[in-house]
């Protein structure tokens, strides 16, 4: 037996030098992941206080460091085409009988990391984005529902410290039940932008509402 070792020495060396080396990747391979997972911003677009269009819209930073929030797109399909509006000052915000306060003057700012933020009723939001865009009133959520079928946020932001272009949207269908416009997810999670082509876009986009 210890002469059979003895012969074979090289070549159980070999194997477990290549053994160690598979695990020492396979270990690498996890870090890096852990890594990636913790630097890659992550920003979530939901509802709260029913599925009607008097929902609220809420935004929450998943992300491990803090995200400034720097626009907010709404894009209306109709029935006369696709419309791209910002909605990032908030009139609409602005006009409500609210709290005073900067927060609610504006859908920009700062958002630490696990902290949410309420962007308004839905009802709201496309009421503004509607009137924005066509210079008309919709007068409610029956007339949003017969204008408008479905419509998509955009979120847009800078990450942290390192200075990046990030972004997230989610898509809702406008739905009737029960003889009420109501909402339904689109999409089952919010997407992240996160290729450069996509960046790329947001960045001229908001550019120019700078």
Not at 26 to 31: N, Q, R
Not at 92 to 110: E, F
Not at 167 to 172: E, I, K, M, P, T
Not at 193 to 207: D, G, N
């Amino acid at each position: 037996m210890f002469e059979w070792l003895s012969n074979k020495a090289t070549l159980i060396s070999a194997f477990a030098s290549i053994g160690m080396l598979v695990i020492w990747s396979v270990y690498l391979h996890i870090f890096w992941r852990s890594h990636q997972r913790r630097r890659t911003p992550k920003l979530l677009i939901n509802w709260g206080e029913g599925r009607e269009l008097s929902a609220r819209c809420f935004v929450t930073n998943m992300s491990e460091g803090a995200v400034f929030i720097q626009g907010v797109v709404v894009d209306l399909g109709t029935p006369f085409g696709r419309h791209r509006i910002f909605i990032s000052d908030a009139e609409d915000l602005t006009k409500a009988k609210r709290p005073s306060g900067w927060k609610y003057m504006t859908r920009q700012g700062p958002l630490g990391s696990g902290q949410l933020t309420d962007m308004g009723s839905f009802e709201e939001i496309l009421e503004y984005a509607f009137h924005e865009k066509t210079g008309e009133k919709t007068f409610g959520a029956a007339a949003l529902g017969q204008n408008i079928h479905q419509f998509e946020i955009t979120i847009i932001g800078m990450y942290g410290s390192e200075d990046i272009l990030i972004g997230a949207s989610r898509r809702f269908d406008i739905v009737r039940v029960r003889g009420k416009a109501c909402l339904r997810s689109a999409t089952v999670e919010t997407h992240q932008i996160v290729s450069s082509r996509e960046r790329k876009q947001l960045a001229r986009e908001l550019a120019m509402q700078l």
